[in-house]
């Protein structure tokens, strides 16, 4: 017996041994950014059975193979659509400042999706009111409504938005919801959906999981984009899930959550359409060229204003390194001005060195976040940071007026990149997401003043002060770090 024993427990060890050193092998050959792949081996030798699954679990992009498949099939009708695009709109470079024309080039490049010109943004900051306009545009509503979200809870308006989507259905308007399986996991559940199928609004969730998909996709691949789009006339995007700040998330004592979006009148608006549809159509298979399926709805051609806007989708297939790619080139092409707001703020090695190389050279770097967030560990993480960046001159102030959840950079209150991107890895890297890059100086107005209300409502970390807290809050804060590639 004991012989026995000791050969099941030689054979145990012996196969611990071997996929250890497989997968350690898989993650130095990957070529990972360093810290992840240091991440990973360290957690893969001190913690080895958890290392493992967790590895086999969440290790690597996997997105499933329907997915992949009905990707490809689509990329075509895509490549098209982006063509037409490009040959109807105008070239809006020779208004753009030299300084920021990397920017430009880069995302032109990448995505082939054109910078549309001619559109009216407008910057709604309170959640009442979004509520409001998004409602009013379902309820003027006559060929289709289409909504993405992260995150809907229901109760206070956002059952008014569904009230008023069932209403529009009633009167031969088309509509479509789609939301991520997790983040709305207790929507899902709920009375509304099976309400809203009976009516023929159409509900369906992204990215679903379950035991079975344990091992073929990875299951922390999440849809995090919020997109409303109506006619092919009116846009939406930013921060704001189909949440009542008033209902959501009362018991987490961060306050109510601070958000704001864009509405989007413009060409433009149709490449935001593209994205839902894109989505929609890796999830439900329907309609192959679905990027023509709404062409007789399309705006006039647009002329050059000076005022481009590119819509910019992001996510864990072939477009995960453009927006961090973006990030980067715009931190970079400041001159004078720099202001990030971001309820999450994980930075790899590259962020962390372009924030710290604007400020060393003279731009004011102001990192707006909030004091209090809804994850401990992310917080912990976060903070770990500060004074490496303070030391270089960024300032770095503490929102109080809730959870700021509000996600936005403003390049010399020239350049904007806001949508749905956090400032940490898993939204650069892990999540699909959508950004509005504008080159519009009167955006860059409106988000200015917007920034400057959020740091009325905001105290400055002081260095000397920050420095001198406790051992022990230094120490976990360090230690989470360690673990922030994998967060």
């Known amino acids: 017996m004991d012989n026995e024993l000791t050969f099941y427990g030689s054979a145990l060890a012996l196969l611990y041994l071997v996929v250890s050193l497989a997968l350690a092998v898989r993650i130095v ?16 030798f001190l913690l080895p059975i ?5 590895y086999l679990l969440i290790g690597e992009h996997r997105l499933g193979e329907k997915r992949l498949v009905r990707g490809a099939k689509l990329l075509p009708a895509y490549l098209r659509w982006a063509e037409q695009m490009s040959d109807s709109h105008p070239e809006p470079l020779p208004d753009i400042d030299p300084c920021y024309r990397s920017v430009y080039r880069l995302a032109q490049h990448s995505l082939r999706i054109p910078t549309l010109c001619n559109n009216q943004v407008e910057l709604i900051h309170s959640s009442q009111d979004i509520f409001q306009a998004i409602i009013a545009d379902i309820e003027s509503a006559q060929h289709f409504c289409h909504l993405q979200f992260y ?25 479509r919801i789609l939301l991520d399986s997790v983040g709305s996991s207790k929507f899902l559940r709920g009375i509304w959906p099976k309400r809203l199928n009976t009516h ?5 969730a992204t990215l679903p999981v379950g035991a079975m998909r344990f091992f073929l996709e990875r299951i922390d691949l999440r849809n995090h984009r919020k997109v409303v789009v109506i006619d092919d006339r009116i846009g939406y995007t930013g921060s704001m899930n189909l949440v ?33 549809l894109w989505d929609w159509y ?9 990027f023509g399926e709404y062409s007789h709805l399309q705006l006039p051609e647009s002329h050059s204003d000076g005022r481009g806007i590119l819509v910019v989708p992001s996510g864990p297939d072939d477009t995960r390194a453009l927006i961090h790619q973006l990030l980067l080139a715009a931190l970079y092409s400041a001159q004078e001005h720099l202001v990030l ?7 790899d090695e590259a962020l962390l060195t372009a924030l710290k190389s604007a400020a ?7 990192l707006i976040l909030p004091r209090r967030v809804d994850s401990r560990m992310v917080k912990h993480a976060s903070r770990s940071y500060f004074f490496e960046l303070m030391r270089a001159g960024v300032e770095i102030w503490e929102f109080d007026g809730g959870l700021l959840h509000t996600k936005s950079v403003l390049v010399d209150r020239q350049i904007a990149i806001f949508g749905t991107v956090n400032l940490d890895m898993r939204s650069v890297w892990l999540n699909f997401e959508v950004s509005l890059i504008a080159f519009d100086r009167e955006f860059g107005q409106a988000l200015d003043a917007l920034q400057q209300n959020y740091l009325k409502k905001s105290a400055r970390l002081v260095p000397e002060v920050w420095n001198q807290r406790p051992l022990a809050r230094r120490l976990t804060e360090n230690l989470f770090q360690l673990m922030s590639p994998l967060l």
């Open 29 to 44: 050959i990957r070529r990972r950014p360093v810290g992840v792949s240091l991440a990973w081996l360290l957690l893969l």
């Open 50 to 54: 958890v290392g493992i699954v967790l």
């Open 151 to 175: 995150i809907w809870s229901e109760g206070g308006e956002a059952d008014r938005v569904a009230e008023a989507l069932i209403a529009a259905r009633q009167r031969g308007v088309e509509c």
């Open 200 to 204: 023929g609004v159409e509900v369906r």
């Open 244 to 276: 009542d700040p008033r209902y959501f998330k009362q018991d987490e004592g961060v306050g109510q959550w601070v958000d704001a979006m864009a509405r989007l009148n413009g060409p433009a608006v149709h490449a935001l359409n593209s994205v839902f």
């Open 282 to 290: 890796l999830e439900t298979g329907q309609s192959v060229d679905v």
């Open 341 to 347: 707001t971001t309820p999450y703020f994980i930075p």
């Open 360 to 366: 060393n050279r003279g731009v004011q770097v102001q």
